[in-house]
T-cell receptor, first 113, second 117 residues
Framework: KNQVEQSPQSLIILEGKNCTLQCNYTVSPFSNLRWYKQDTGRGPVSLTIMTFSENTKSNGRYTATLDADTKQSSLHITASQLSDSASYICVVSAGRGTDKLIFGTGTRLQVFP | NAGVTQTPKFRVLKTGQSMTLLCAQDMNHEYMYWYRQDPGMGLRLIHYSVGEGTTAKGEVPDGYNVSRLKKQNFLLGLESAAPSQTSVYFC????????????????FGPGTRLTVL
């Protein structure tokens, strides 16, 4: 069964600190892996998309890594800001079909001053 | 560009009532999707459309119907609402064009929060 698991479920950090969110997946066939940011009451917004051959991709203070061998990904947030408070969702695309996105349940990050 | 918009933002229904959620996109995307998001679960695909006049079932289609009469609009209907349909509904759109990882990136609307009593 295709699954995407994220950890931790929730995380609290102080402003300015770094943090890393984890994603493990069992999805076949693998096409790409995406990280989305979802602010409370809003729709998800794409942060990064990585294919099988990419090990890392950055978007500002967000850096995603992918280990296709171990089927793990991480999202590292550097120098956190209050605006980083959101849920971060890992999504794996199982092939190129339009209905093949497998969503994780997300990690809820809260950044406090 | 407004991107993907959804109407209404909030709605409360009684069991058995019907309603239609409207999704509109101004990005000329061919593909459109309806998802539901429930606490403790990832987004789940209800129905999707790969073009005007075509629709297909997703992971959780029961109790919902959809129509894509115009390329820019995708309607989600609940004929007889049930408490189990209490959820936040998201519409998304994407284009099959583009190269590499840009292929089929989905853009989401702000969501509709539906409560069925």
């Amino acid at each position: 069964k295709n699954q995407v698991e994220q950890s931790p479920q929730s995380l609290i950090i102080l402003e300015g600190k770094n943090c890393t969110l984890q994603c493990n997946y069992t999805v076949s066939p693998f096409s790409n892996l995406r990280w989305y940011k979802q602010d409370t009451g809003r729709g998800p917004v794409s942060l990064t998309i990585m294919t099988f051959s990419e090990n890392t991709k950055s978007n500002g203070r967000y850096t995603a890594t992918l280990d296709a061998d171990t089927k793990q990904s991480s999202l590292h947030i550097t120098a956190s800001q209050l605006s980083d408070s959101a849920s971060y969702i890992c999504v794996v695309s199982a092939g190129r079909g339009t209905d093949k996105l497998i969503f994780g349940t997300g990690t809820r990050l809260q950044v406090f001053p | 560009n407004a991107g993907v918009t959804q109407t209404p933002k909030f709605r409360v229904l009684k069991t058995g009532q019907s309603m239609t959620l409207l999704c509109a996109q101004d990005m000329n995307h061919e593909y459109m999707y309806w998802y539901r998001q429930d606490p403790g679960m990832g987004l789940r695909l209800i129905h999707y459309s790969v073009g005007e006049g075509t629709t297909a079932k997703g992971e959780v289609p029961d109790g919902y119907n959809v129509s894509r009469l115009k390329k820019q609009n995708f309607l989600l209907g609940l004929e007889s609402a049930a408490p189990s349909q209490t959820s936040v509904y998201f519409c998304a759109s994407s284009s099959p064009r583009g190269e590499g990882v840009g292929h089929n990136e989905q853009f989401f609307g702000p969501g509709t929060r539906l409560t069925v009593l």
